[in-house]
């Protein structure tokens, strides 16, 4: 149900414009100045026919209404520029405190949006609250003191004229009143449709290359374009009602005026109001059509700005977590060395009606050495490592690092000190250098090339045209599955992690490579803890031990050779080599 102003998003709007409240109110004085300069422009009028009527001059009247009109003029420019600005700075504040507030958001929480809604949000909403903050705001209120003050000079010049304006103006307040909520309505829908359009264009263009091998673009061009009808549909809406809002405002003002101009005519050849008084009255009426406009004018706005709060506000109440660091020294932990994981009866699922993923995990990890984690497909194990990371908290049983709850732990301290690479390897926007620093940008020159050495990346670098400093951003750029593998684990080891996640990083290596990464990943489990998923077997050998994951729970630990003798399930994966295949039949 959708009432005029619903007071919570009325509130949350008012709090977008608190911090501009100085400029705006400045703004807004001048404004409404520039305002009581035009309401005293029929005064001018009245006393310059009474004048003219008696025989006077009026030569100092005309320069004082030039002055008038001149003065209006330059104020109103002065407010119009202090509230353009404060304009710019609302959105300023609203784009920083959204790309705040998505940046920090849980795990779950962004799992469970679309990235293109969240993105048009940032980009769309943002910017319809510029004019609803400032000039819909001011509007309302100047053009209201204006609209007041002025009826009470009209009905300090003739009150039955004033009756009839009255009668007329209510009508036009029912109907806009009528009107509003429809427009607020509408406008969501539109900027709803925007956004699940814009979500549904970003998989298209994510997974642009499946689409193109699948011919799938007139389907997709077919489905982007009913969205974008759709925010078309709802757009007209609103603009056919926000043209009812101020049709009726015009048609209501030259129907007062008419009315005015038959009853005042009457009245001014019975002689019970002078000529000038009816001159006046109709200068006030065609002067009240602007502050009544704007009244109506903001009023729409405001639904549509009403509209754009309610969907920041969705983002806002989303369940956020404290922001990272930058991974900058204060931030990393003092402990060197590895750190001591240990899993006891951990339970898990994704959602409330999704089934349990993990059914009563207990593992014990030792601080130094390689653990690696196989099973089938969906057993569980990158599940895990999220745990780990804390991007889900388990349902019940608790995970600890050294003995401690990770629930006990710094967010932002426990994630420093932990290495993740993720099982597609993405890259960042930026060069090759910023994307092996990003964990920690202070790395120096020599541990970032130590590092592209022993990944054996150095080939690469030399083959890209500006080699460590070449853009590789969007998808990867021109760099290969496996180049970006072996980029992500760089990554990771730059960071000095005490913990370092691996998710089937060789999966995209050939054989040279991968054999040299088994080396760097053996290397750097002698000074931290290195947990893998694994599914060539070659990783899995070369682990100090083998936890056997299925369907969520441990079902056998121990080493290669001791598995193979006692764990049928790893016996037949061993016999296959496909470690982290689907179960055979
Ligand atoms: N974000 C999610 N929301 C809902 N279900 C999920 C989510 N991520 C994973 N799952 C489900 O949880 C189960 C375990 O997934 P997980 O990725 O941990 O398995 P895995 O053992 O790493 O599998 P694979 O070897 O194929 O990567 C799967 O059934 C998967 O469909």
Known sequence: MHTLIDRTTLRALLEHARPQRRTILCGGLLVLLSGLAAAALPLAAKELVDRLGAGGGITGLLVLLVGLALAGAVIAMAGNYLLERAAESVVLGARKRLARRLLSLRVPEFQRAEPGDLLSRFTGDTTLLREVCTHALVGLITGTATTVVMVVMMGT???????????????????????????????????????????????????????????????????????AREAWRAGVRSARWEALVHGVNGLAVQASFLAVLGVGGARVATGAIPLSTLVAFLLFLFFLEEPIGQVLHAGSKLQIGFAAVRRLREVEQMRTEPVGTGGSVAARPAERGGGRLSFSDVRFRYGPDL????????????????????????????????LIERFHEPDSGRIRLDGRDLADWDLVGLRAGIGYVEQDAPMLSGSLRENLVYGRPDATDEEVRDVVARTRLDSLVDRLPAGLDTPVGHCGGSLSGGERQRVALARALVSLPRVLLLDEITSQLDAANEMAIRDVVTTAAKTMTVLVVAHRLSTVTQADRIVVLDSGTVRAVGTHDELVASDPLYAEFAATQLLTGERGG
Do not use: C, N, Y
């Open 157 to 227: 010049m003739d009150l039955v004229l004033l009756g009839i304006t009255l009668a007329v103006l209510a009508v036009v307040g029912l109907l806009a009143l009528a009107g509003m909520p429809m427009i607020e309505k509408s406008s969501h829908a539109a900027q709803s449709a925007v956004g699940e359009t814009g979500a549904r264009l970003e998989r298209v263009l994510g997974a642009f290359g499946t689409v193109k091998a699948a011919g799938a673009e007139a389907r997709e061009i077919a489905a982007v374009e009913h969205g």
């Open 355 to 386: 089934p349990e993923v993990l059914r009563g995990v207990s593992v014990e990890v030792p601080a130094s050495g390689m653990t690696a984690f196989v099973g089938p497909s969906g057993a569980g194990k990158s599940t895990l490592f999220a």
